[in-house]
């Protein structure tokens, strides 16, 4: 970037405190007035406070040693070293906002403080379509939001140069991109920059996917002056921490509506799932998988984690899973299957233990060592009728002989819960096979109990 517009380092004396530029808090009412704290952390993130021809480090009071002008690197180094805690503040708040929408106030507010602008806000913007709009702001009313995604996103005069937009990390002022002189005759500046009293602007690009760019965009009224080179110094060092972070907080969140995606499916599966670590607690069970341990006394939880009842005893599903005593002819780290009894003419619960193929990697008590399968055929698989005229075009007669059926009622319980003569379910039968091409009866059920229809949603 250039420096001919950026304003460089100012003598001692020249150099003022934020707060002392700002004329306090009478810059801004209600919300926007910040408190004489913020000021003095922002000045130490700036780096100095004029004391005459000498410097103070504004968080300890101790005289700060510059380098010689025009050594910017090592002048950038210092100022570095003194952001400290307000960076980290920042970085850490992009990071936040990229798992919760509601923190990027705050951490806007403290970045837009940092540079001594009026606004700061971080935009999209779509090359090829013209499109664009403000993600996240403070400082800018919300109508002006709104017309700028709405209006003057594509008249946005220093977007026109796409070059200069398509590489993360660069810094531009927005002299850099368009003479002073050419913006105010622009109608972006009469109509979206004037009624905001908004001029100089600094922008930094966080990251380009395609023709999309995602920037940081810090503006200023215009009595204020162009921002220093200091303040683009500090943004180009700060905006690969701060893509950094707010890609970790996208990418959690990511993992979480993932997370949460998950259980809700397995929330929907027809048979209980449970996730268990290598101590045989429960790491996580599905909704079929608690019904079933709460109800069925073949299954109990202690304090050695989950057990079951088999005709031999009580097993540990630790054990099983570590390698203790496995059924004749299985191997610990094998898939088991039992039966679990019930009282006479009860039909058992039936379980399937599979260790997951990574187990051994297992850190903590939140990994999951080993899933086990549970199904209970005296819980008949649910089936919707009105998802069965969506799937397999039937009607509403149709579906409700249907979904009967998949539970594995006769024909002639079907006719009498349903109020129909024997003959008219048996014609509802032919149409169901051919719209479900199916044979028989046995096929059906099948179809119907193990296709979207027998889901739990």
Same mark, same amino acid.
């Given at each position: ?46 780096? $100095? ?74 935009? /999209? ?176 939880? /202690? ?48 379980? $399937? ?83 479900? /091409? ?16 027998? $889901?739990?949603?």
């Amino acid at each position: 970037m250039g420096n001919g517009y950026l304003v460089e380092r100012r003598s001692g004396r020249d150099r003022r405190l934020v707060s002392d530029r700002r004329l306090g808090s009478e810059r801004r009412a209600g919300d926007e007035r910040r408190q004489s704290a913020d000021h003095e952390s922002v000045a130490a993130a700036r780096g $100095l406070i004029s004391g005459g021809e000498s410097f103070i480090d504004a968080t300890t009071g101790a005289p700060y040693e510059l380098a010689p002008m025009g050594s910017k690197s090592t002048l950038a180094r210092s100022l570095l070293d003194g952001v400290g805690a307000v960076l980290v503040d920042i970085v850490g708040g992009f990071y936040e906002a990229g798992t919760d929408a509601k923190a990027w106030p705050q951490v806007l507010s403290r970045l837009r403080d940092l540079v001594d602008a009026d606004v700061c806000a971080i935009a /999209s913007h779509e090359h090829d379509a013209g499109r664009g709009r403000l993600e996240h702001s403070v400082g800018i009313d919300a109508l002006y939001v709104t017309a700028y995604a709405d209006f003057y996103a594509r008249d946005n005069v220093w977007l026109r140069d796409h070059e200069k937009f398509n590489a993360a990390d660069t810094v531009w002022a927005s002299q850099d991109l368009l003479p002073d002189a050419r913006l105010v005759e622009t109608e972006f500046y009469k109509f979206w920059l004037r009624p905001q009293e908004l001029f100089h602007h600094l922008f930094g690009v966080i990251n380009v996917e395609g023709d999309r760019v995602l920037f940081l965009m810090l503006g200023r009224a215009r009595a204020k002056g162009a921002f220093w080179q200091d303040d683009a110094d500090l943004i180009r060092r700060l905006l690969p921490a701060l893509r950094r972070g707010l890609s970790a907080g996208v990418g959690f969140k990511r993992l979480q509506s993932l997370h949460r995606i998950a259980l809700d499916t397995l929330d929907a599966l027809p048979i209980g799932v449970f996730l268990l670590n290598d101590g045989g607690q429960i790491v996580v069970a599905n909704r079929l998988a608690r019904e079933i341990l709460q109800d069925d006394e073949g299954l109990y939880v /202690s304090t050695s984690g989950l057990g079951v009842r088999l005709t031999g005893g009580r097993v540990k599903v630790r054990d099983l899973i570590l390698g203790g005593p496995s059924r004749a002819g299985e191997r610990a780290g094998e898939i088991q299957g039992f039966s679990l009894p019930r009282g006479p003419g009860r039909k058992p619960v039936t379980l $399937l233990l599979s260790p997951v193929q990574d187990f051994s990697e297992a850190r903590n008590r939140s990994d999951a060592a080993a899933v086990l399968f549970a199904a209970d055929p005296e819980r008949p698989v649910e089936v919707d009728p009105r998802r069965l005229t969506r799937i397999y075009g039937l009607s509403r007669a149709e579906a409700r002989v249907a979904a009967l059926l998949a539970t594995g009622k006769r024909l002639d319980e079907v006719a009498a819960a349903l109020g129909l003569t024997y003959e008219t379910v048996r014609k509802h039968l032919k149409q169901i096979f051919s719209k479900t /091409s199916s044979e028989r009866q046995a096929d059906l059920v099948r179809t119907l109990s193990l296709g979207p229809g027998g $889901l739990r949603i």
